[in-house]
């Protein structure tokens, strides 16, 4: 049983930090690549990030290059999300996903499992 549980998240002034969690569980987690998507009240899902298997390769939305770093602890079964400079645009409910496929991907179509989510808040 494939299990994503992300968790870090919660409500933080514009310029604030927080760091994303995504525990994994039911998969060989060091062959999936790792994404992180994330939807506001009324908006598309959107991507905003993803890791590679190995943790060489990664891909950002220009919305927070420079700003969010991901990485993985594949010892750790856990992917984060670093999250600097935080916008209140930033706001959403923040998903971890994984994608066994073997090239990078934006698109949340390729992603075979999920996570049920955790909310970031940033006030202005």
């Known amino acids: 049983q494939v299990q994503l549980v992300e968790s870090g998240g919660g409500l933080v002034q514009a310029g604030g930090s927080l760091r994303l969690s995504c525990a994994a569980s039911g998969f060989t987690f060091s062959t999936y690549a790792m994404g992180w998507f994330r939807q506001a009240p009324g908006k598309e899902r959107e991507f905003v990030a993803v890791i590679s298997w190995s943790g060489v390769s990664t891909l950002y939305a220009d919305s927070v290059k420079g700003r969010f770093t991901i990485s993985r602890e594949n010892a750790k079964n856990t992917v984060y999300l670093q999250m600097n400079s935080l916008k209140p645009e930033d706001t959403a409910v923040y998903h971890c996903?994984?994608?066994?496929?073997?090239?990078?991907?934006?698109?949340?179509?390729?992603?075979?499992?999920w996570g049920q989510g955790t909310q970031v808040t940033v006030s202005s």
């Open positions: 996903a994984a994608d066994g496929s073997f090239t990078l991907s934006r698109l949340d179509r390729r992603y075979a499992h």
